[in-house]
């Protein structure tokens, strides 16, 4: 309720959610971008897959510089999904762009399954990881979901 209130883009805070799968990560990071929304706040959701394919994809044509532009306007960005997928090095320090060009200057909320410590392999790098957390964690509230997944509930109930 309180991130509701979006005093944390005014202080330029980031919130990280961070839990198992199920446990109601984005269905929060979106409540949260739709109350920015509503307030008028510009916002825009992106999975972390798809937003590396697109500052990759950028680089190849040369148009990164822009891209890295858009990302880094908005006042609220949630990048979805960190930890599912792998990130090779390459990857990671177009990610690490993008957060050294928020940091202190725009809120971003970062959803994943994954504990800080095991970054450094999803990142394949141990320095940039830090880097990227360093940036990520200095301002922000990191929210840590415990719990049985919502999307499992229904059907572990059926089995009592
Ligand atoms: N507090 C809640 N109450 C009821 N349903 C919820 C709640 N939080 C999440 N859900 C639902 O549970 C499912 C999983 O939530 P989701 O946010 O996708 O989880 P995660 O991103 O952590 O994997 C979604 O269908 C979501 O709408
Ligand atoms: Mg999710």
Known sequence: ????????LELKEN?????????GKTHLATSIGIAAAKKRTSTYFIKCHDLILNLKRA???NRLENRLKHYAKYKLLIIDEIGYLPIDEDEAKLFFQLIDLRYEKKSTIL???ASFKSWGEIFQDPKLANAILDRILHHATVVNIIGDSYRLKDHLDKEK
């Not at 309720?1 to 944390?8: N, V």
């Not at 919130?15 to 446990?23: K, N, R």
């Open 15 to 23: 919130i990280v959610f961070l839990g198992t799968s199920g446990v």
């Open 111 to 113: 959803t994943t399954n």
């Open 1 to 8: 309720m309180d991130f509701t209130t979006l005093r944390f």
């Open 59 to 61: 680089k190849l044509e």
